[in-house]
């Protein structure tokens, strides 16, 4: 079985700031790591996937995560916060066979600040 | 590519009754879910199809929850009996069969208000 935890359910930080979103996993078996971002009232469009190949992943709008095995960590970054960010963002993972069906965590927002 | 489509975006029902919410997925993507997600939560798997074999349901989804997909294209939900608890944005997604390319393509999300 597959899980993910986010850390912080709500993170604010200055337009221009760091942002850092954390996640860790934990699966039986290699897994595949997701960031999707959800702004409101929409679907889920994804940011990101890690899928056993590079380990720093680079996605959509300037964001990017590193798989580190051995924290068991997929942490979401972004150099310079925008004020378009701010969204709720899903960290998700599944296993690297089978029909990898996607298991999200709760969930993180994030709040920019002008 | 147009995405994955679902219909209707809202609908508000009043308790007891049935609902049927319809997606679209990406053509020629042979893998379709269908998702819950509540206020503050993430989204939570329900069902999943591989064409028009449904291979595996959450014990999320009650006797009154029935999903289908019958030529293996569009899928169709089906709540029964509608209770407050199924107030909720119900997603479909979709996505290719091999590995490397198995990236979950969500659609806009169907709301549904149960009053």
């Known amino acids: 079985a597959q899980s993910v935890t986010q850390l912080g359910s709500h993170v604010s930080v200055s337009e221009g700031a760091l942002v850092l979103l954390r996640c860790n996993y934990s699966s039986s078996v290699p897994p595949y790591l997701f960031w999707y971002v959800q702004y409101p009232n929409q679907g889920l469009q994804l940011l990101l996937k890690y899928t056993s190949a590079a380990t720093l992943v680079k996605g959509i709008n300037g964001f990017e995560a590193e798989f580190k095995k051995s924290e068991t960590s997929f942490h979401l970054t972004k150099p310079s916060a925008h004020m378009s960010d701010a969204a709720e963002y899903f960290c998700a993972v599944s296993a690297s066979g089978g029909y990898q069906k996607v298991t999200f965590g709760i969930g993180t927002k994030l709040q920019v600040i002008p | 590519d147009t995405g994955v489509s679902q219909d209707p975006r809202h609908k508000i029902t009043k308790r007891g009754q049935n609902v049927t919410f319809r997606c679209d997925p990406i053509?020629?993507?042979?893998?379709l879910y269908w998702y819950r997600q509540t206020l503050g939560q993430g989204p939570e798997f329900l069902t999943y199809f591989q064409n028009e074999a449904q291979l595996e349901k959450s014990r999320l989804l009650s006797d009154r929850f029935s999903a289908e997909r019958p030529k293996g294209s569009f899928s169709t939900l089906e709540i029964q009996r509608t209770e407050q608890g199924d107030s909720a944005m119900y997603l479909c997604?979709?996505?290719?069969?091999?590995?490397?390319?198995?990236?979950?393509?969500f659609g806009e999300g169907s709301w549904l208000t149960v009053v």
């Open positions: 053509s020629e993507h042979n893998r």
């Open positions: 997604a979709s996505s290719t069969g091999t590995p490397e390319k198995n990236t979950i393509y």
